[in-house]
C-alpha cells in the first residue's frame, strides 16, 4: 500500500509537471508575444528550481522524488528565451544562461552554501509568486496562467510532502514546499478579478482610439 501510493504520488507529480507550463509556452507561440510574462518572475523561478534541484542531487535523494525539476527547468528556460525572442534579442538570454550554469558547480562546493541557499529558497520561491502576480494585475493579462495552473502546482507540491516524509524526511524540504503551498493558496484567496474600468479605450482598424462606455 506504502509502495502504491509512492509510486503513485511520484508519477502524477511527473506527468502533472510535464505539462504544467504548456499551456504558457503555447499561448507565447501562439501570440508571437512576450505579454503576460513576467521576466523577474520567470528568473527567481529558475533560481529557485536549480537550488532545489541542486540541493536534492548534493544529498543524494532518490531520482523519482526530484525528476520533475530539470522537466520545469527545461520548461523555463523555453518560456525565458520565447521573452526575449519576441523581444527582439536572443542574445540577452546568454549572460543569464551562463550565471544559472556557473551557480550549478558553485553551489555544491561547500555544505554550508547549498544549506544556506536552501533556505533563501523559500523566499526566492515566493518572491517568484509575488511578482508574476503583481505583474499580471499590471497587464491585466494572465498569461495562460490560470487557477487551475496554480491548483496544479499546490497538488505537486502536496506529493512532494508526502513523498519526503515516505522517503528522506528531510525537514528543509518539507518546510520549504509547505510554506510555497501556503503562499499559492493566499494568493488564489486574495487574487480577484481585475477590475473593468467604465471606459474601455481600444484600438480601432484604423489605427485610432475608440472609447467604449459599458451600458449598467
Known sequence: MEGALLALCNWSTLGVCAALKLPQIHAQLATRSARGISLPSLLLELAGFLVFLRYQCYYGSPLLTYLEYPILIAQDVILLLCVFHFNGNVRQAVPYVAVFVSSWFVLGLQKWIIDLSMHFCTLISAASKFVQL????????????????????????????????????????????????????????????????????KQSATGGLQVYTPTP
Open 134 to 201: 503583481q505583474h499580471l494585475w499590471k497587464t491585466q493579462d494572465s498569461g495562460a496562467v490560470s487557477a487551475l495552473t496554480w491548483g496544479l502546482s499546490a497538488y505537486t507540491c502536496a506529493t512532494r510532502i508526502i513523498t519526503t516524509l515516505m522517503t528522506t524526511n528531510d525537514f528543509a524540504k518539507i518546510k520549504n514546499i509547505a510554506i510555497i503551498i501556503i503562499i499559492i493558496i493566499t494568493i488564489n484567496i486574495i487574487k480577484r478579478p481585475i477590475p473593468v474600468s467604465k471606459c474601455q479605450i
